[in-house]
């Protein structure tokens, strides 16, 4: 098991990755509530404003998954957050995802998070890959992690039903080894 009660604060020439702060929830909300976000996530438009400032004033206490928030410096507010959960024992693993608003697109903040978001992950842990799954329709998103190194690895079919459409999920795997042996 990966302890990942200690939240860093990790600065780059775009963008901060933090913990959370009270400050953050109005900007979180314009994320949760971003048609496009929503859509591209598969989230659901159903919004409890409640459950929803629970869930992330509880981020920092967790200790089996690393929430941060997503700052761009510039505008002085959180414009996403990058999240690595669910914990695989026998693959030493765990899932990535990244969530950027309508603040934060296209200015290749998205990009830059991950990088360092998965620079801490193998310089920090003992983890053996980083997992995740992107629709069909998010090629944007597909394209940042192929040049980051992610590979696919399959595809869960119909996993969204969106429009009337039923749309597939691409499977990607990082190894601990190519993130490392990468040219930077």
């Known amino acids: ?5 200690q939240k860093p604060t990790i600065v780059g020439r775009k963008v901060i990755l933090r913990p959370f702060v009270d400050e953050d929830f109005p900007y979180i909300e314009e994320c949760l509530k971003d048609p496009e976000l929503l859509k591209l996530t598969g989230s659901d438009s159903v919004y409890n ?12 206490e967790q200790t089996n998954r690393l929430d941060l928030a997503i700052v761009d410096p510039v505008q002085g507010c959180l414009v996403g957050e990058a999240v690595a959960n669910s914990y695989d024992a026998g693959n030493h693993s765990m899932n990535f995802r990244i969530m950027i608003g309508p603040r934060g697109r296209d200015r290749g903040l998205g990009s830059e998070a ?9 310089f920090s842990t003992s983890l053996c890959g980083i997992t995740l799954s992107v ?3 998010n090629p944007r998103a597909r394209h940042v992690y192929e040049k980051l190194g992610f590979v696919e690895c399959g595809i869960e079919e119909n996993d969204l039903e969106f429009e009337g459409e039923w749309i597939n999920s691409i499977l990607m795997s990082l190894p601990r080894d190519v993130w490392l042996g990468r040219e930077s």
């Open 135 to 137: 629709f069909e329709f």
């Open 114 to 122: 991950t990088q360092l978001f998965l620079d801490y992950l193998f």
């Open 49 to 60: 404003r409640e459950t929803v400032l629970h869930w992330y004033t509880t981020r920092n």
């Open 1 to 5: 098991m990966i302890d990942l009660l």
